[in-house]
């Protein structure tokens, strides 16, 4: 498909942060944009501002005859309003990540792939390209604190995206420069098994041409297949972890970010200082432990963390900031296949908290068949010894953490998860 023969793009489910940033190049690019949504958010609000048509009902009379091309998410069924009258007017249609691939392929590509991490080295990459003067353009899976956009409109051939798996998407990126932060059994309503996973991630190594790059951790059991016998250059981000420099942000799993991000840089030839420098004063990304304010003394912070591993690595950084305070955990699992394939693990580490508090599981794309429930949840943490309560509204549970907060104990609030759960750390500290 010819973008120059394309003036009029429609779509659907354009508050997605990958979405919404696509949304905002074809308007730099002088396109007429329009999409749809179920709701208001924070993200339309901001396309809107930009000239975007949204509509929040997604219906068939959104499509009409005059739109070049349809961009859905992969969360959309095929017999969705739109996507049917779309098909009926013969209009193209590609999901997000055909279209991200048809944008992004043009430039000197750096996508960042991995089951953890992606949006935070995303970020890092941008921000180090952009203090060495690269001019980078790059589409960002959330909002740069710095900008509060996730897309950077750049003029020079670099391009940073972030490279998703979820149904293989990533393989519509041919990446000059690839980064795999890690490999984790993950979205395992379209992946049988870890070996699926992996399988995934060595197709689109295989993409990377001689001549780029593989930035990843050469020690890690989960990469070792995906990397073995490539004929690409595979660069080891482990040498430049850094214990000493000053992140604004805890844990190691930051300092891994950063070192993936500096290998990134070596690579293309920026000079340390420069990197070191754009490194130190990162400001992190929209729900990335992001500080949302106090309330009755203690700190709150919201997150995106919806996979055991990633609750995993925000509870240690928590723990490493405050390791005197009582932890209270606010949470909301994504999918109910995820929580049933994963129910030990986010057990596990929910009970490293001091009080946990859950709303039902965010169901997303999914019916629940196979029966699980946040009250198993919580019945189940209970069992370790940790204090777990099910509520059903965001408002509620923000009572009840309102409530419990006491100056007699010091907290910590962390409001963790990819649902609707972040509505409970603006309602604490709006």
């Not at 979405?19 to 179920?38: C, I, Q, T, Y």
């Not at 950077?152 to 932060?181: H, M, N, Q, W």
Request: charged content about 20%.
């Amino acid at each position: 498909m010819n973008l120059s023969n394309i003036q009029r793009i429609h779509f659907i489910g354009v508050g997605g942060i990958g979405m919404s940033a696509l949304v905002r190049f074809f308007v730099h690019e002088g396109k007429v944009v329009s999409g749809s949504d179920r709701e208001s958010s924070i993200i339309t609000v901001g396309l809107e501002a930009l000239g975007v048509h949204v509509v929040y009902a997604q219906v068939a009379e959104n499509i009409t005859s005059d739109i070049d091309m349809v961009v859905y998410t992969e969360a959309m069924p095929h017999d969705h309003p739109e996507m049917v009258v779309a098909r009926a007017l013969e209009v193209p249609m590609m999901n997000y990540f055909g279209a991200l691939g048809l944008v992004a392929n043009e430039y000197y590509l750096i996508a960042v792939s991995g089951s953890h991490g992606k949006t935070t080295t995303t970020a890092m990459i941008t921000d180090v390209l952009e203090e060495a003067g690269f001019d980078p353009t790059a589409i960002i899976g959330s909002l740069r604190s710095k900008t509060k956009s996730n897309f950077r409109a750049g003029k020079s051939k670099y391009a940073v995206v972030e490279a998703c798996e979820y149904k293989r998407d990533f393989l519509s990126l041919t990446p000059d420069v690839l980064v795999i932060t890690n490999i984790d059994y993950e979205h395992v309503d379209y992946y049988k098994d870890l070996a699926d996973v992996q399988s995934a991630f060595r197709a689109l190594a295989e993409k990377v041409p001689e001549g780029g790059a593989i930035v990843t951790n050469l020690t890690d059991p989960n990469i070792a297949p995906v990397i073995a016998g490539l004929k690409t250059r595979v660069v080891d981000y482990r040498p430049n972890i850094n214990l000493e420099m000053k992140f604004r942000q805890p844990g190691m799993h930051i300092r891994m970010d950063a070192a993936a991000a500096t290998s990134v840089a070596d690579f293309v030839g920026i000079e340390r200082a420069v990197s070191d420098t754009a490194l130190e004063n990162f400001a992190g990304t929209w729900r990335r432990f992001e500080y949302k304010g106090e309330v009755n003394g203690a700190p709150v912070y919201d997150d995106y963390g919806h996979h055991p591993t990633e609750i995993r690595v925000t509870m240690a950084g928590t723990r490493e900031l405050y390791p005197d305070r009582k932890v209270i955990v606010v949470t909301q699992t994504h999918t109910y296949s995820r929580t049933a394939e994963l129910f030990d693990d986010f057990v596990e580490v929910l009970a490293t908290a001091d009080q946990v508090y859950l709303l039902p599981i965010y169901a997303a794309r999914e019916e629940n068949i196979t029966g699980v429930s946040s009250e198993q949840l919580a019945d189940t943490i209970i069992k370790t010894g940790t204090k777990a309560e099910v509520m059903h509204t965001a408002a509620a549970i923000a009572e009840r953490v309102r409530e419990s907060l006491s100056h007699d104990e010091p907290a910590v609030v962390l409001v963790i998860g990819a649902g609707n759960v972040t509505d409970v750390a603006s309602l604490l500290t709006k």
